[in-house]
């Protein structure tokens, strides 16, 4: 098995092993639209040589958004920019999943207008305290996130992932951290899965059978009190026994964590790579029929390389060294293995932060 070689995520054929792992490019409108440089964004990506595609973190209703200039999927008047956005990812014969997400406590107001909502009460960065969710308003945001996957079907999109990670809403259902219910919906691992594995029934009686749904969910939360990797594993077993078709492991976010999912400091050597290596090999010794994409630290096509030969993952997911060489993927499978020039400065995430749009301040690309 190696890194060029095809792989099947449910009845998608993924061209290689490699992903571009879902992102906050901050390059919509205000009201979530595609705009011409997210498309050509795509483009670029597409063109760069990863397989698969993951869009950024699309708000499934406007009470979920959680970043400036951040893409929505909440309403239909959506689909024309969608379209083309996935239409420029499909002419190098990429495919594009579109993730789904709702923010959860770390919604803002300042940017939707709406009060957050949350499984438990916690406050965000801003200092904006949620609404504690009803079981009503758990089935009525199951069916948003259905709705929203129906949409990414007529966009054009060839699969959806859930966003589950990251403390944003249904992390927050699996984290014991920021999930505090003493009803269904809490306590156990099985019980703080359950929002997940609804919003996965409704979408995947809205999309149907043959369509790829993945999930992107925490390997740990890095806080006291959170997501262990043990818990990890046992909400990925639950999800495989639903039938889910892959799942992306990632780490950390949350005002409170010790590690958000992007950290400081250049991984110039394989020995500092791979964030969440035990919590991958940890799920390959007990997940045996779901594949795993990992995230997380990969710099090297040697160590993605490693990585699968060791079993430890079935797909490598990069982000940030995309922002800087979109054209990474295709650089190394043409012979030049030189590592990504990504330096882990943060400096990307502060560009979008501004306004001004996710690119890489070290060399001036933007790009993703």
């Known amino acids: 098995m190696d890194v060029f070689d095809s792989i099947a995520v449910g009845t998608a054929t993924i061209k290689n092993r490699f992903a571009r792992s879902a992102t906050w490019e901050g390059m919509a409108t205000p009201e979530g639209a595609v705009t011409p440089e997210l498309t050509r964004l795509m483009k670029d990506l597409a063109d760069g040589g990863a397989g698969l595609l993951f869009s950024s973190h699309a708000y499934v209703r406007k009470d979920g958004q959680a970043s400036l200039k951040q893409l929505g999927i909440y309403d239909?008047?959506?689909?024309?920019?969608?379209?083309?956005?996935?239409?420029?990812?499909?002419?190098?014969?990429?495919?594009?999943?579109?993730?789904?997400?709702?923010?959860?406590?770390?919604?803002?107001?300042?940017?939707s207008g709406f009060d957050p909502v949350a499984p438990s009460a916690a406050e965000n960065a801003k200092g904006e305290q949620s609404r504690v969710m009803s079981e009503e308003d758990i089935a009525v945001l199951t069916q948003d996130f259905a709705?929203?996957?129906?949409?990414?079907?007529?966009?054009?999109?060839?699969?959806?992932?859930?966003?589950?990670?990251?403390?944003?809403?249904?992390?927050?259902?699996?984290?014991?951290?920021?999930?505090?219910?003493?009803?269904?919906?809490?306590?156990?691992v099985e019980n703080r899965a359950r929002a997940l594995v609804e919003v996965f029934r409704a979408v995947r009686g809205a999309v149907g059978k043959g369509y790829p749904v993945t999930a992107k969910i925490n390997s740990e939360d890095f806080i006291e009190g959170g997501l262990t990797p043990p818990m990890m594993v046992e909400t990925s077993l639950i999800m495989e026994d639903e039938g889910l078709d892959a799942i992306e492991i990632s780490?950390?976010?949350?005002?409170?964590?010790?590690?958000?999912?992007?950290?400081?400091?250049?991984l110039d050597t394989p020995d500092k790579e791979v964030y969440y290596k035990d919590a991958a090999?940890?799920?390959?010794?007990?997940?045996?029929?779901?594949?795993?994409?990992?995230?997380?630290?990969?710099?090297?096509?040697?160590?993605?390389r490693r990585i699968l030969r060791e079993g430890?993952?079935?797909?490598?997911?990069?982000?940030?060294?995309?922002?800087?060489?979109?054209?990474?993927?295709?650089?190394w499978a043409q012979g030049d293995e030189r590592r990504a020039?990504?330096?882990?400065?943060?400096?990307?995430?502060?560009?979008?932060a501004s306004g001004k749009g996710l690119r890489c301040v070290q060399d001036g690309r933007r790009s993703v």
Request: with cysteine.
């Open 312 to 331: 430890a993952a079935d797909m490598i997911s990069l982000c940030r060294p995309l922002i800087r060489e979109p054209d990474l993927v295709k650089r």
């Open 341 to 352: 020039a990504c330096v882990s400065c943060e400096g990307c995430a502060a560009a979008a």
């Open 251 to 266: 780490g950390g976010g949350g005002p409170a964590a010790l590690y958000s999912s992007h950290r400081l400091g250049d």
């Open 147 to 188: 709705k929203a996957a129906v949409r990414a079907v007529k966009a054009g999109f060839d699969g959806v992932q859930i966003h589950a990670a990251h403390a944003y809403c249904l992390g927050e259902f699996l984290s014991p951290y920021s999930n505090r219910r003493t009803d269904r919906y809490g306590g156990s």
């Open 76 to 111: 239909d008047a959506l689909l024309p920019g969608l379209k083309e956005m996935c239409g420029a990812a499909h002419s190098s014969g990429t495919l594009v999943f579109a993730q789904l997400a709702h923010g959860g406590a770390n919604a803002l107001r300042a940017l």
């Open 281 to 304: 090999r940890l799920y390959k010794s007990r997940v045996k029929k779901m594949p795993l994409i990992l995230v997380g630290g990969i710099r090297s096509l040697e160590t993605s």
